[in-house]
């Protein structure tokens, strides 16, 4: 037994896994509903990294064994009575939470009351009535609960379509077997590139059903640092710092890795080329 752990340690020195086993992941970007504390320092790259969590600063160039796990910074903030009571500087204790109306399976089952948020009745999933009756018209339908920009593009996309562009967009709509609905005047709106629905509420046979899947609602949408970025970062500076974002929401380049609510995949570029044409 001794053995295995003496192999398995000069193992992760080789090879530089530098996290002990079990470990809380880093290197990945807070969604944004999660508010961390200021004195919770991302790295430039806006993710999180060892001395977010840890107030000893050298903590990732010391043996895991001579690390002081019983020093007050060991948690920055702390000492803590408890674990959780550290989690929740960043993660929200459940009663806290904002209802994830996109959450829509109840241990296995549909909860209809989600559908009401949104629907005045709740359709049956697979057999949807003829007109579909909003609590509000559809343009409007995720403000309140989301923002008019959620997020850099959302605000620049609320534009009137071209005609050259609708065509291109009927011919997407056709070829991925997808509805990309457009608010009144022809205008990009959330529902034309997001989906309300959790995966698999509607069927993947039904155009409205087709959808990426893979994701998670509860985990939301996650994005992984990128080597671009420094270019990015250089590219944008000045527009950047115009824009006087708060430390929890620096810009970067990040690679998606996962996608959720979306009818087509940005990662790879589909849901753009379903409107965009760009030159090869
Ligand atoms: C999101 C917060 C967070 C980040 C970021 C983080 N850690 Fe931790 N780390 C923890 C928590 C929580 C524990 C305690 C786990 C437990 O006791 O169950 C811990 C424990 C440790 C321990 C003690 C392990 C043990 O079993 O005694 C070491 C060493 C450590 N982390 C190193 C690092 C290094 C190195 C980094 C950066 C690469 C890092 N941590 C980033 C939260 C974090
Ligand atoms: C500095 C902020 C921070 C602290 C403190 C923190 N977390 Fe996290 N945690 C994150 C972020 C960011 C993610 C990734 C996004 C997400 O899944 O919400 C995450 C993800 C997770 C996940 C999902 C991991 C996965 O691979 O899917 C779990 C479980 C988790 N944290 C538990 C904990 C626990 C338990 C603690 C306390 C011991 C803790 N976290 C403390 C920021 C934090
Ligand atoms: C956040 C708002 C929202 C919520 C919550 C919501 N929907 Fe919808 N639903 C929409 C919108 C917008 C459309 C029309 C565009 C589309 O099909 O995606 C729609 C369309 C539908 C359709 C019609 C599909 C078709 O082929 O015409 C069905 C069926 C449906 N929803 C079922 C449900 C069910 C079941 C629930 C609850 C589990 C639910 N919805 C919750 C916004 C919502
Ligand atoms: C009743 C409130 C409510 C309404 C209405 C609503 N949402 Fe949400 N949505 C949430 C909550 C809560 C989450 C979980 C993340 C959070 O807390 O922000 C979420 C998460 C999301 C996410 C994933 C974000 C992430 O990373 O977690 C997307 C995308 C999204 N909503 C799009 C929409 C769109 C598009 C509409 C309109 C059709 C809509 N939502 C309507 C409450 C709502
Ligand atoms: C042109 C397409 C497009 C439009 C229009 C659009 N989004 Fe998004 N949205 C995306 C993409 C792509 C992502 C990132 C990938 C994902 O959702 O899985 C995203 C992410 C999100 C997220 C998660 C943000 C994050 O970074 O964690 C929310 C919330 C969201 N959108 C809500 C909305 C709302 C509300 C509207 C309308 C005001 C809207 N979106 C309009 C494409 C769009
Ligand atoms: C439903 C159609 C549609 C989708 C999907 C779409 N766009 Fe657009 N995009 C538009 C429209 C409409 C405009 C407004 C200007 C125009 O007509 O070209 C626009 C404008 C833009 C602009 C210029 C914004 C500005 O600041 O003026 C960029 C950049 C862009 N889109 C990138 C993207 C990317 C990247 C994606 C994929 C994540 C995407 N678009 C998905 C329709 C779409």
Redesign the pocket.
């Known amino acids: 037994m001794k053995k295995t752990i003496l192999i398995l340690f000069l193992w992760t020195n080789v090879i530089a896994v530098e996290l002990p086993p079990l470990h809380h992941p880093v290197g990945i970007s807070p969604p944004q509903k999660m508010q961390l504390p200021n004195e919770f320092e991302l790295d430039k790259d806006g993710l999180l990294q060892c001395v977010t969590c840890h107030g000893i600063k050298d903590i990732a160039d010391l043996p895991f064994d001579e690390v002081d796990v019983k020093a007050n910074h060991f948690f920055n903030g702390g000492p803590y009575q408890q674990l959780t009571d550290f989690c929740y500087r960043c993660h929200k204790k459940k009663s806290a939470q904002r209802l994830n109306?996109?959450k829509?399976y109840n241990v296995g089952k549909?909860?209809?009351k989600?559908?009401?948020?949104?629907?005045l009745e709740?359709?049956?999933?697979?057999?949807?009535p003829e007109k579909?009756e909003?609590r509000l018209p559809?343009e409007k339908?995720?403000w309140g609960c989301h923002l008019k920009t959620p997020h850099l593009n959302a605000l620049t996309h609320n534009r009137k379509v071209s005609a050259e562009m609708l065509k291109i967009i009927k011919i997407s709509e056709q070829k991925h077997k997808v509805?990309l609905?457009l608010g009144a005047e022809n205008r990009v709106i959330c529902?034309t590139c997001h989906?309300?629905?959790?995966a698999g509420?509607?069927d993947s046979n039904?155009?409205?059903?087709k959808q990426v899947r893979g994701g998670d609602v509860s985990k939301g949408v996650i994005y992984r640092s990128h080597a671009w970025d420094r270019v990015y970062q250089a590219d944008k500076k000045e527009r950047i710092s115009k824009l006087n974002l708060n430390q929890n929401h620096k810009l970067s380049y990040q690679r998606l890795e996962q996608e959720v609510l979306l009818r087509l995949s940005a990662k790879n570029g589909i849901l753009c080329r379903a409107c965009h044409q760009f030159k090869d």
């Open positions: 109306i996109h829509m549909i909860d209809k989600n559908c009401d948020y949104c629907h709740a359709p049956e999933p697979n057999n949807p579909l909003f559809k339908l995720c509805i609905p529902i989906t309300a629905h959790e509420i509607i039904f155009a409205s059903g």
